[in-house]
């Protein structure tokens, strides 16, 4: 299994920026994709930002140009650098990854447990 955990949330500004954080840990032969997804009250889970095992990136419209996301494959870590954030940005945001697991290799997907972004005055 793998076990997402993430840092970084916090409350900020509006034009302000924040940097999350999520590691994983456990047993797997390779983590291929991660996300960052967001959900806001009363809304759907949105996919913000997503990368290969690559580094190749996709942005929901809404962030580009404002976030970044990167990993780093060595110390199975994920990140997302948000800049000039804007009080629709206020969400909870969770980290996903898909990895393939022993013995056969079989791909699942896990969730963190999520971390509060709140932006406002």
């Known amino acids: 299994q793998v076990q997402l955990v993430e840092s970084g949330g916090g409350l900020v500004q509006p034009g302000g920026s924040l940097r999350l954080s999520c590691a994983a840990s456990?047993?797997?032969?390779?983590?291929?994709?991660m996300a960052w997804y967001r959900q806001a009250p009363g809304k759907q889970r949105e996919l913000v930002a997503a990368?290969?095992?690559?580094?190749?990136?996709n942005y929901v419209d809404s962030v580009k140009d404002r976030f970044t996301i990167s990993r780093d494959n060595a110390k199975n870590t994920v990140d997302l650098q948000m800049n000039s954030l804007k009080p629709e940005d206020t969400a909870v945001y969770y980290c996903?990854?898909?990895?393939?697991?022993?013995?056969?290799?079989?791909?699942?997907?896990?969730w963190g447990q999520g971390t509060q972004v709140t932006v406002s005055s």
């Open positions: 996903n990854a898909r990895a393939k697991i022993p013995p056969w290799g079989v791909e699942y997907s896990y």
């Open positions: 456990g047993s797997f032969f390779s983590i291929n994709a």
């Open positions: 990368i290969t095992r690559g580094s190749s990136t």
